[in-house]
């Protein structure tokens, strides 16, 4: 299932309100949140997919920058 960058920022706002104490959970948050922070920052806007981006790339740092 693709995620976009809306999707990845909704899901790190549900797993830092509601797992906390939840180690795994909070990082998993933390992961999506900095990935989504990435991207953003890059031009990609939010119904851009996530993992496809990732895949391609290997990781969010690796993608480019989007062009207009």
């Known amino acids: 299932m ?3 960058i809306l999707e990845a920022l909704q899901g790190a ?3 830092f ?3 906390k ?3 795994f959970a909070q990082n998993i948050g933390l992961s999506q949140l900095h990935n989504a922070i ?3 920052e890059k031009g990609y ?3 851009d997919e996530v993992e ?3 895949e391609k790339y290997g ?3 690796n993608v480019p920058e989007k062009k207009e």
């Open 2 to 4: 693709a995620v976009s």
């Open 21 to 23: 104490g939840n180690r």
């Open 17 to 19: 309100d509601k797992n």
């Open 45 to 47: 806007g939010i119904y």
């Open 38 to 40: 990435i991207l953003l």
């Open 52 to 54: 496809s981006l990732i």
């Open 13 to 15: 706002e549900y797993n």
């Open 59 to 61: 990781d969010a740092e």
